[in-house]
């Protein structure tokens, strides 16, 4: 086993439901294996500016239900400057620091993979914490499952408003260049047309769709667009589908940041406590600038480059020929 004094853990980006679940992992598995444990707040910001405080077995009691991140998070530019991460690593070396943990996207592994090569003899190990599900290495990310659920919770009432007055309704989801909330969701909640990032939709094929579902008798219809995907404006492209579909009464809804909050499903916070737990142990069994991930229900590691540049994250090929099939 490889010897680790004390370990440090923090989140950074985005939060993500199941974060809390993870950090009470960290920390525990720490503490079992006889390992100081420090919280660094507010991510690479805390780490700059030393916010840095000891944690104890009580200090993650009771979080497995809270969602966002008892350790606060911040987006830190000065981390991605070279003066910025050697006043992170000082920090860690004054602290006595020999090991961090990080829970996060794709931002957070890129600064945590510069900091490991600069900085080689402080250990690094990532968690993949993201609703976008985005990351190599992990069949789902934490936060996903949680995210999806909220959305299509969100969806299920606005059908019911949808069906009630003969509506179209335009919902834009979150997931900048994953469509993959936007798939699963719109799947779930039956949805007559998915715009996605991955996925061409011109706006013909979209208007054919829908007029299709309006001569097989369809008493409303939901469209979901992820934010990244490439038509533009979701009120840009509602007014465009109006034009030619004028006997719709047509909203939009953009749910925005309420995918991110929330307590996290059972699936995130046994994801969350698995790759803590194992975070802790390839650290401990001598693995850095890797992250853990699930695939197949197994945990394995992944190196952090490869996460993030090694394979493009691919949406599941048989959801995507499912769109348009079960939309008739």
């Keep these: 086993m490889q010897k680790i004094s004390k ?8 939060d993500a439901p199941g ?5 009470r992992a960290v920390v525990r598995t720490a503490i079992y294996n006889g390992i100081s444990v ?5 991510g690479y910001k805390g780490l700059i500016e030393n916010d840095i405080y000891s944690m104890e077995t009580r200090s993650v009691s009771n ?4 969602g966002g991140t008892i350790l606060k998070t911040a987006r830190c530019n000065e981390f991605r400057t070279p003066e910025g991460r050697k006043t992170g690593y000082d920090n860690l070396k004054q602290q006595g620091i020999d090991a961090l943990v990080v829970i996060g996207g794709d931002g957070t592994f890129t600064g945590a993979l510069k900091f490991s090569q600069e900085y080689p003899d402080i250990k690094v190990m990532g968690i993949p914490g993201t609703i976008d599900n985005d990351l190599y290495g992990s069949t789902y990310t934490l936060g996903f499952d949680t995210a999806t659920n909220t959305v299509i919770e969100a969806i299920d009432k606005i059908r019911d408003t949808a069906d009630s007055h003969d509506r179209l309704f335009f919902i834009e989801v979150m997931g900048r260049d994953s469509g993959a909330i936007a798939l699963r969701a719109g799947i779930a909640c039956g949805a007559e047309g998915i715009l996605l990032p991955e996925k061409s939709t011109a706006l013909d094929e ?3 769709l829908l007029k299709n579902g309006q001569a097989n008798k ?6 979901i667009v992820a934010e990244g995907e490439k038509s533009g404006n979701i009120y840009d492209l509602a007014k465009k589908v109006k034009q030619q579909i004028t006997n719709y009464d047509i909203k939009v809804t953009v749910l925005g940041h309420l995918q991110r909050g929330g307590a996290p499903s059972s ?10 737990y194992a975070a802790v142990n390839a650290l401990l069994a001598g693995h850095t600038q890797e992250m853990v991930g699930l695939e197949a229900n197994v945990i394995k590691t992944t190196p952090l480059v490869e996460a993030l540049t090694g394979h493009q994250f691919k949406l599941e090929d048989d959801l995507l020929q499912m769109v348009d099939i079960l939309s008739i």
């Design 218 to 223: 369809k008493s409303s219809s939901i469209v």
């Design 19 to 23: 974060m809390n679940p993870c950090i």
């Design 206 to 208: 979209l208007i054919d």
């Design 63 to 66: 979080i497995l239900n809270l």
């Design 267 to 276: 699936f995130d916070r046994v994801l969350g406590s698995r790759l803590g």
């Design 7 to 14: 370990l440090g853990v923090l989140t950074s980006g985005g």
């Design 38 to 42: 420090v919280g660094i707040r507010q």
